[in-house]
DNA sequence: CTTTATTTTTAGCCTTGACTAAAAATAAAA
DNA sequence: TTTTATTTTTAGTCAAGGCTAAAAATAAAG
């Protein structure tokens, strides 16, 4: 069984070490943590004993096999919680982060797998991210961000990258969610700005609404 | 906000302030918790700081208002998970306990408003215990012990007072559950056992049995 | 190649919530 | 009312997880 705080860290690593190929460097994993790289050394340390990752002195750390499922089975959970509070409660996406956030440490092997069972085996949370199986295996999807897509070019929402309140409650005002169908009419190369076409408006975008976006296109 | 340690404490300490009158003693508090009693003095010490217990050296601790519904508050939550955990993810009642122990110490009010909500605002948990409302008031019901009954009395069982395993499984295979109809058809003052009849049944049961269910007769 | 800047680690300290052993109060017996 | 037993508190440690400041590696410039 792993404490709160190392469950944290193997997350952390977990998504770092997918957004980057190679070990995660120290400093990563404590901007990723909000926290100092001392502590991180720390914790890196304990966990490399307990064959969790494997860590270089100076030269970062990787997950090994057993700590890639132990993150997974974490970011299961949290996601499936996730999935329960937008499905039953009826929270709205922007809201289910934090909770999940605490939610994601209950141990109960039984409660989870009833909860999946419950909520009808769900493929995905609220955000559009895969919900890994109880294995930690996640099935690989092909969705590109909408900032890759050209001028013409079109596709469903099938996710967002940052989920942070802002941002999503940006996407209700302009009716975007998971499923919305989105053409890009206009692309400017200079600044990556778009304009697009979401049901029957059509609006401006920033490179960086695009870039947080993902589409699945065909 | 509470840490877990202090959760933990103030409900022990609510519990047992509730079952005898009076302040609580250091090592019943430390029997509770399975802990020793300094580190029980250590943290009344702090709890008192905190004003949630008025403390006084040798003599005991009793909540304050704020530390009563500070627990009641944490009771909530447990008997609310509970109620989840057997109604919607069809655990058994005698398997919810140590998830709830968990779930309890999730913070999040608007959590548990629409989880209460999801239940149907559920008044008693599976075990019959009442839950409290969100300012930690308890509707004070009227029940006896099985024990406390005579011969050719009888009653609905309303609640259990212990619920370990095995109590609860014994309580399944005699068919007996939360809205049972039992009536006693013999006691023996000797060693308060009973003959009680349930359903078609009719079988024997020893004291202790009878001493941990509770009855509304009426 | 040196020198400088950045990253990472070590050393030492802090808080929380445990524990043991010893001291002090209180309660029970004699 | 002494003496003894029990309860409770204090003093001193410990592990987990943080932090700061200083030292050591590594990387980047000059
Ligand atoms: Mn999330
Ligand atoms: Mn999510
Ligand atoms: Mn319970
Ligand atoms: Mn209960």
């Known amino acids: 069984m792993y404490s709160l705080a190392e469950e944290n860290y193997l997350k952390a690593i977990y998504h770092l070490e997918s957004k980057s190929q190679g070990a995660v460097s120290t400093n990563?994993?404590?901007?990723?943590?909000d926290t100092k790289p001392s502590s991180v050394t720390d914790m890196v340390q304990k966990l490399a004993e307990k064959e969790v990752l494997s860590y270089i002195k100076y030269k970062g750390t990787s997950l090994t096999k057993k700590g890639k499922k132990t993150a997974a089975n974490v970011i299961r959970k949290h996601r499936?919680?996730?999935?329960?509070?937008?499905?039953?409660?009826?929270?709205?996406?922007?809201e289910v982060?934090?909770?999940?956030?605490?939610?994601?440490?209950?141990?109960?092997?039984?409660l989870i797998s009833r909860l999946d069972k419950f909520l009808g085996f769900p493929d995905f949370d609220p955000h559009g991210d895969p919900i890994?199986?109880?294995?930690?295996n996640v099935k690989p999807t092909e969705k590109k961000l909408l900032s890759e897509l050209n001028k013409n070019q079109k596709g469903v929402c099938v996710g967002v990258k940052e989920s942070n309140s802002d941002f999503l409650q940006y996407l209700d005002k302009k009716n975007?969610?998971?499923?919305?169908k989105v053409s890009v009419l206009g692309k400017e190369f200079f600044d990556g700005s778009m304009v697009i076409q979401v049901g029957r408006d059509q609006f401006f975008i920033s490179k960086k609404i695009a870039e947080n976006l993902y589409i699945q296109t065909n």
Do not use: R, Y
Request: proline share 2%; hydrophobic share 45%.
């Open 97 to 110: 982060h934090d909770i999940a956030e605490q939610l994601e440490h209950v141990h109960s092997e039984e």
């Open 28 to 33: 990563a994993i404590a901007d990723a943590m």
């Open 132 to 136: 890994p199986d109880k294995h930690g």
């Open 176 to 180: 975007i969610t998971i499923g919305t």
């Open 80 to 94: 499936l919680w996730e999935v329960f509070l937008v499905e039953k409660l009826n929270f709205h996406w922007d």
